[in-house]
């Protein structure tokens, strides 16, 4: 059986945590090489999941093994140029979140993915859940009508995280969170970067609008990045938008995603926490799914399963594509302009 044959860049903690476990857990995969700039924690990494082959240098790994797949799990600003070199390179890509720092970069990248003739998959780990798909498919058939609004809210227990401090649940990991990656706000740190995005990628795979202009506030940690995130957003058919984000949910709790769609023929709700997705229509042809219990908590495996089905040909579809992420990054990058400036920002 011919297996996909995938490398990690930049493997840190959320690589050894959750993508190279996947990756070695799946029969269809061939985890060919992996990438650390840090030779001892790449040797740590090597030895401890029995890869046979290391590379500091990503630009050799990806000259000499010419992988199908890339899964991009480095800093925030790293994504951009190994993204364009994974793709350069003739391999699909699976670029961590958020897929850039910037609008022009996601645009390039996706771009790039086209130009090339491959695909891009952004791990937003809510978007693969079955009542999320059918959600999707729903709005895709038109169920609501036109879009003339959305609210989009997510909390997660990451104060400390944001705050500079690390985050606590992670002290018995291989590797623990780089501070400069998460609470520094000259790297993309901050809660619209690190979480918020995640929100924006389920949000953006229901509502195909591109964002316009936004305006917004944020509320900062002593680390001088976002704890807090207020955005008004003006979508491509002039419906609005309000964004919500909040790093300060007591650690005993769980994260809280809520998407509240309207439109003129009803209004769909996504409530990832308490499990629901209903369908509520003027003509009272309501839908109303039985998610069962535990449905919404977070995984991170299927995008890397889709990965290797992407590269081997057999993915029935791609829930966050990187139009999904583009848009995600299009929005955050005028939110944090918009934050700066006290005033409207175009996309």
């Not at 093994?65 to 699909?92: C, M, N």
């Not at 809210?153 to 623990?176: K, N, V, Y």
């Not at 619209?192 to 995005?197: D, K």
């Not at 594509?321 to 918009?338: C, K, S």
């Amino acid at each position: 059986m011919r297996k996909a044959r995938i490398a990690v860049l930049g493997a840190g903690w959320w690589g050894a945590h959750v993508y190279i476990p996947s990756l070695l857990a799946d029969p269809t995969v061939d985890l060919v090489a992996v990438n650390r700039r840090d030779p001892a924690a790449l040797k740590e990494i090597t030895d401890r999941f029995g890869i046979a082959r290391g590379y500091t240098d990503y630009r050799e790994l990806l000259a000499t093994e010419k992988p199908d797949g890339v899964v991009i799990v480095s800093p925030h600003t790293v994504h951009h140029e190994q993204a364009i070199a994974a793709l350069d390179a003739g391999a699909h890509v699976l670029i961590d979140k958020p897929m850039a720092t910037s609008a022009a970069q996601a645009r390039e990248i996706v771009s790039k993915a086209a130009e090339n003739g491959l695909q891009i998959i952004i791990p937003y780990g809510w978007n693969f859940k079955d009542f999320t798909r059918q959600a999707a498919d729903l709005m895709r058939q038109g169920r609501i009508g036109t879009i003339r609004h959305v609210v989009c809210q997510m909390a997660s227990p990451t104060e400390d995280l944001f705050g500079g401090e690390g985050l606590i649940e992670t002290r018995d990991h291989m590797f623990q969170p780089q501070k400069d990656t998460w609470a520094d706000p000259a790297k993309a740190g901050g809660y619209g970067w690190g979480q918020l995005s995640h929100a924006l990628g389920l949000m953006y795979a229901l509502v195909d609008l591109a964002p316009v202009e936004v305006m917004a506030m944020t509320g900062l940690s002593p680390a001088g990045v976002d704890w807090y995130d207020a955005a008004v957003v003006r979508l491509s058919n002039g419906a609005t938008a309000a964004l919500s984000g909040s790093s300060t949910v007591p650690k005993h709790c769980g994260y809280q995603l809520d998407i509240r769609i309207f439109g003129s023929d009803g209004m769909l709700l996504i409530d990832v926490e308490r499990e629901r997705m209903e369908l509520r229509r003027k003509d009272s042809q309501d839908v109303v799914l039985d998610v069962p219990k535990g449905a919404g908590a977070y995984q991170c495996i299927e995008p890397t399963q889709r990965l290797a089905q992407i590269c081997l040909g057999t993915a029935q579809r791609n829930e966050a594509p990187g139009i999904v992420g583009q848009r995600a990054v299009e929005t955050l990058d005028a939110m944090y302009r918009a934050a700066r400036s006290g005033k409207v920002e175009q996309v």
